[in-house]
């Protein structure tokens, strides 16, 4: 064989090794699947159509709403990239509950969901399938915190200290601004911080972020924009943990928005802003865990930690403390298992909280005649506190059918997680089409059927496709908290949370660990918001209707105007 034609045959053999490579590394699509038939041949799979929605500044999980709409299917699949199975998104309330629900164990939480809490809580159980073997101790450590005892004596006295000196920052910011309107991020912000730090750790009013916000204005002037239209605080600065805090959402974020968590993490371990905030978490919370074992300790006559307990860390010390005594064993109270699971309590009720705030402010301002019915509602309810504020456990027995609608309402339009995502533990059906195990499925928490019209293929009509809330008398994209609302035979109004698509806890086994926490909090703070302040609405050119991506979504603005309601 001469030399061209030798070296023309090793061209060709590289030329059809190197097509074979190429077309294993293009997407598998899922068959019977719909998805982006362009997206499907091209490595980077549906990568350029985020780009595309980045740079035309579009919420991104608006790609997921588009891509269903567009293919006028509950179920689609995309393509994240190179090596990576395909992607399954499911906009389909009534088929999410069941599987999530009803066939909880054909779901796991995945592979995604493992690798990115392993790296942050790998001893919080958020970070464990149920089969772990040590999901159960950790189940074990928390089991305390959302029983009626803890959240009755712990969290809502917590919180009622904690928002009503919010309340008295807001009422000297109200009389400054006169009527202008100032943001409020970092207030909701720093009254979440201050309600989960009391209750997890039992920080005093003095050491919050409210108090030093009350200070700075003390210590400051008023300042506008410029043109007079909005008023300018001081801010207070970020206490070390809050910004360490602040630091590992930004890692979190980015490792869920990553091809390879994996890598990610492998170079994000060499940031100096990383391991600096995972430092101080640990010793932060370790800090905390000593001081509630010695204050234990000096109360009990024995020397050992008593039953004097006033906080998140006291219930989990006193966990450690039984599981040692059964196990035959000295209690651990510098395990990162204690660590992890105080630390998660911190994240998850933080953030979350923070977010669903943020969109009520707004919500109240924005919705006139939602917010008048609310503080009638109250006032109603409340009418034995016509001339002081309900206390705390007024709040907590009295059942207020509008209050909790308006709640459920707004986490409707505004869940703070816009989706979920799972993982296939073996071959099951999804909306009728067969999916292989290991397969990821993004479950949309808002989007179609919950906030939009829901997507019914044509063969589908008959069987009256998906449920949504198209037999509502009220638009699905409006705010009405009256869809939560029925009469009972006594003509008794009462509120119904089964009254249609609402996912924003999740659902099924492992649902959302702190709802009951975070409705309890949401009820406390919105009444005493709303009997103490009147939310005027603000003007046309100072709407913001944007939002901003991340571990939860927020509102890019949260802007009030604000009127003191006296007697």
């Given at each position: 064989?001469?030399?061209?034609?030798?070296?023309?045959?090793v061209?060709?053999?590289v030329?059809?090794?190197?097509?074979?490579a190429?077309?294993q590394?293009?997407?598998k699509?899922?068959?019977?699947?719909?998805?982006?038939?362009?997206?499907?041949?091209r490595?980077?799979?549906?990568?350029?159509?985020?780009k595309?929605?980045?740079k035309?500044?579009?919420?991104?999980?608006?790609?997921?709403?588009?891509l269903?709409?567009?293919?006028?299917?509950?179920?689609?699949?995309?393509?994240?990239g190179?090596?990576?199975?395909p992607?399954?998104?499911?906009a389909?309330?009534?088929?999410a509950?069941?599987l999530?629900s009803?066939?909880?164990?054909?779901?796991?939480?995945?592979?995604?969901?493992?690798?990115?809490?392993?790296?942050?809580?790998?001893?919080?159980?958020?970070?464990?399938?149920?089969?772990?073997?040590?999901f159960?101790?950790?189940?074990?450590?928390?089991?305390d915190?959302?029983?009626?005892?803890?959240?009755?004596?712990?969290?809502?006295?917590?919180?009622?200290q904690a928002?009503?000196?919010?309340?008295k920052?807001?009422?000297?910011?109200?009389?400054?601004?006169?009527?202008?309107?100032?943001?409020?991020?970092?207030?909701?912000e720093?009254?979440?911080?201050d309600?989960?730090?009391?209750?997890?750790?039992g920080?005093?009013?003095?050491?919050?972020?409210?108090?030093?916000?009350?200070?700075?204005?003390?210590?400051?002037?008023?300042?506008?924009?410029?043109?007079?239209?909005?008023a300018?605080?001081?801010p207070?600065?970020?206490?070390?943990?809050?910004?360490?805090?602040?630091?590992?959402n930004v890692?979190?974020?980015?490792?869920?928005?990553?091809?390879?968590?994996r890598?990610?993490?492998?170079?994000?371990?060499?940031?100096?802003?990383t391991?600096?905030?995972?430092?101080?978490k640990?010793?932060?919370?370790q800090?905390?865990?000593?001081?509630?074992?010695?204050?234990?300790?000096?109360?009990?006559p024995?020397?050992?930690?008593?039953n004097?307990?006033?906080?998140?860390?006291?219930?989990?010390?006193?966990r450690?403390?039984?599981a040692?005594?059964?196990?035959?064993?000295?209690?651990?109270?510098?395990?990162?298992?204690?660590?992890?699971?105080?630390?998660?309590y911190?994240?998850?009720g933080?953030?979350?909280?923070?977010?669903?705030?943020c969109?009520?402010?707004?919500?109240l301002?924005?919705h006139?005649?939602?917010?008048s019915?609310?503080?009638?509602?109250l006032?109603?309810?409340?009418?034995?506190?016509h001339?002081?504020?309900?206390?705390?456990?007024?709040?907590?027995?009295?059942?207020?059918?509008?209050?909790?609608a308006?709640?459920?309402?707004?986490?409707?339009?505004?869940?703070?997680?816009?989706?979920?995502?799972?993982?296939?533990?073996?071959d099951t059906?999804?909306s009728?089409?067969?999916i292989?195990k290991?397969t990821?499925?993004m479950?949309?928490?808002?989007?179609?059927?919950?906030?939009?019209?829901?997507?019914?293929?044509?063969?589908k009509l008959?069987e009256?496709?998906?449920?949504?809330?198209?037999?509502?008398?009220y638009?699905?994209e409006?705010?009405?908290?009256?869809?939560?609302l029925?009469s009972?035979?006594?003509?008794?109004?009462?509120?119904?949370?089964n009254?249609g698509?609402?996912?924003?806890?999740?659902?099924g086994p492992?649902?959302?660990?702190?709802?009951?926490?975070?409705?309890?909090?949401l009820?406390?703070?919105?009444?005493?918001?709303?009997?103490?302040f009147?939310?005027?609405r603000?003007?046309a050119?100072l709407?913001?209707?944007?939002l901003?991506?991340?571990?939860?979504?927020?509102p890019?603005s949260?802007?009030?105007?604000?009127?003191a309601?006296?007697?």
């Open positions: 064989m001469t030399e061209p034609v030798f070296v023309a045959a061209a060709a053999v030329a059809v090794l190197l097509r074979i190429y077309l590394l293009l997407p699509p899922i068959p019977g699947v719909p998805h982006n038939k362009d997206s499907a041949g490595l980077l799979g549906d990568a350029p159509y985020f595309q929605y980045e035309a500044a579009r919420f991104r999980t608006r790609f997921f709403y588009d269903v709409s567009k293919h006028k299917s509950p179920l689609a699949q995309f393509f994240p190179p090596f990576a199975r992607f399954l998104v499911l389909d309330y009534r088929e509950q069941r999530m009803k066939q909880s164990k054909d779901l796991s939480r995945g592979f995604l969901n493992n690798v990115v809490w392993s790296f942050f809580l790998p001893n919080h159980f958020i970070a464990m399938e149920d089969s772990h073997p040590s159960k101790k950790s189940k074990f450590l928390t089991k915190l959302m029983t009626n005892n803890f959240l009755h004596t712990v969290s809502a006295p917590a919180s009622h928002v009503s000196n919010f309340v920052l807001w009422k000297q910011k109200a009389a400054i601004a006169q009527g202008l309107p100032f943001e409020t991020t970092r207030d909701l720093g009254l979440t911080y309600i989960m730090m009391t209750a997890i750790f920080k005093g009013e003095g050491e919050g972020m409210t108090m030093q916000q009350s200070q700075a204005l003390l210590n400051d002037k008023i300042k506008t924009d410029g043109t007079a239209k909005v300018l605080f001081p207070a600065a970020d206490p070390e943990i809050l910004q360490a805090h602040h630091d590992l890692s979190i974020t980015g490792a869920f928005g990553s091809l390879f968590p890598v990610f993490f492998f170079f994000e371990n060499f940031r100096p802003r391991r600096r905030a995972l430092a101080t640990r010793d932060f919370v800090a905390e865990i000593s001081r509630s074992v010695a204050q234990l300790t000096a109360n009990s024995g020397g050992k930690p008593g004097q307990l006033a906080s998140a860390a006291d219930y989990v010390i006193s450690e403390r039984a040692a005594e059964t196990e035959g064993r000295l209690p651990v109270y510098d395990s990162m298992e204690l660590n992890d699971m105080l630390w998660g911190f994240g998850g933080q953030d979350s909280t923070h977010s669903t705030l969109f009520t402010v707004k919500y301002g924005m006139q005649g939602a917010q019915e609310l503080r009638r509602a006032r109603q309810a409340h009418h034995e506190a001339t002081r504020e309900p206390t705390v456990q007024e709040i907590i027995r009295t059942q207020v059918p509008y209050l909790d308006f709640i459920e309402e707004t986490l409707r339009l505004c869940s703070p997680a816009g989706a979920i995502t799972k993982e296939t533990a073996c059906i999804v009728g089409h067969a292989p290991g990821p499925i479950i949309l928490l808002t989007g179609p059927t919950f906030t939009q019209p829901g997507v019914r293929p044509p063969e008959s009256g496709g998906v449920s949504d809330w198209s037999y509502s008398e638009p699905v409006g705010f009405h908290p009256e869809r939560w029925r009972d035979e006594n003509g008794d109004v009462r509120y119904d949370n009254a698509p609402f996912l924003s806890f999740s659902t492992r649902g959302c660990w702190g709802k009951r926490l975070a409705y309890l909090e009820k406390l703070i919105v009444t005493l918001l709303v009997w103490n009147e939310f005027l603000l003007p050119e709407d913001d209707d944007g901003t991506e991340g571990l939860f979504t927020k890019k949260s802007l009030v105007s604000l009127k309601i006296t007697g």
